[in-house]
């Protein structure tokens, strides 16, 4: 098992492109004792192009330069294709005070123009032929009340009180796929939750807002599964008695084996064989006295 912090590129190496056709401009947005500082064209290494949709309309794009000055961060990078300046904010990656890359998202026309105008693959996606079962259980049918009235702000009551509730993907096709099952901080991360009480939706009571998630990396073979345990008093009160449907829908991206140990921009050769997929579940628990 790996942990996954961000997602990776497709590297393509560059074949010195024309400087009429590709040019890369750091822009400093400070002055310095009163002058203002003069704006850098680094050459570039590689670049890197693909699609972050399956509809094939968003992509990323980074681009390896040769270390240039960062100027504390603030540099405003610019790209032209051909030369037309492409749209999109674009962000930079230094190291030891040195600018080692920029990358930016795009639509698909800018996407296009940049590739072809650097002379790499504008790498696209196509969906593969992953197989994939989700579901999402109760740790148990039947919860007693007085259990969540005995409910403190305590860590022992807190982890002696919860409504488990699990998610297993299983692989159940031919072809092996990295799937990465996420810990929510705060609200859930890559699913959402609908609650519902004889007929009646329940009001979300969870943290208002998400610290983002972490995640761990598996390949799952053939038959093999994954699972992750969630509690979901978290972000709903389940303190009446009565039936509960939880209807849960999920999204996950699921993506070939690759080199786990591979760092960037190595890894950067993948990023187009992901597909995102979505998956819905429901399932009822009764809370009783």
């Avoid at 990776?8 to 590709?22: E, G, K, V, W």
């Avoid at 290494?45 to 240039?68: C, G, L, M, T």
Wanted: proline residues 5%; aromatic residues 12%.
């Amino acid at each position: 098992m790996s942990y996954l912090v961000s997602a990776s590129f497709i590297a393509i190496l560059l074949a010195a492109p024309s400087a009429q056709r590709a040019k890369l401009v750091l822009v400093p947005t400070k002055t310095q004792e009163g002058k203002i500082l003069s704006q850098t064209v680094p050459k570039i290494k590689r670049a890197y192009v693909y699609s972050e949709s399956n509809d094939n309309e968003q992509f990323s794009v980074a681009i390896v330069i040769e270390p240039s000055e960062s100027w504390g961060g603030y540099v405003n990078p610019k790209f032209y294709a051909d030369g037309r300046e492409t749209s999109g904010s674009w962000g930079i990656v230094a190291n030891d005070g040195k600018i080692s890359s920029v990358y930016c998202r795009v639509a698909r026309t800018d996407a296009e123009a940049i590739a072809n105008a650097l002379g790499v693959v504008c790498a696209k996606r196509k969906k593969p032929d992953f197989k994939a079962k989700v579901k999402f259980e109760p740790e148990k049918k039947v919860f007693r009340l007085r259990e969540q009235k005995k409910k403190k702000n305590t860590i022992e009551s807190l982890l002696e009180n919860k409504i488990g509730m699990s998610l297993t993907v299983t692989n159940i096709g031919t072809d092996p796929f990295n799937v990465t099952l996420w810990t929510p901080r705060g609200e859930p991360y890559d699913f959402t939750l609908t609650v519902h009480q004889s007929g009646k939706e329940l009001k979300y009571t969870g943290t208002p807002f998400s610290f983002g998630a972490f995640g761990a990396t598996r390949t799952l073979a053939r038959g093999e599964s994954e699972s992750k345990n969630y509690d979901l008093a978290d972000w709903y009160s389940f303190d009446k008695p009565g039936r509960y449907t939880v209807h849960v829908k999920y999204r996950t991206t699921l993506s070939p084996p690759r080199n786990q140990q591979a760092s960037w921009p190595e890894n950067c050769q993948w990023a187009h064989q992901a597909w995102e997929y979505e998956f819905e579940d429901s399932f009822t628990i009764d809370v009783v006295e």
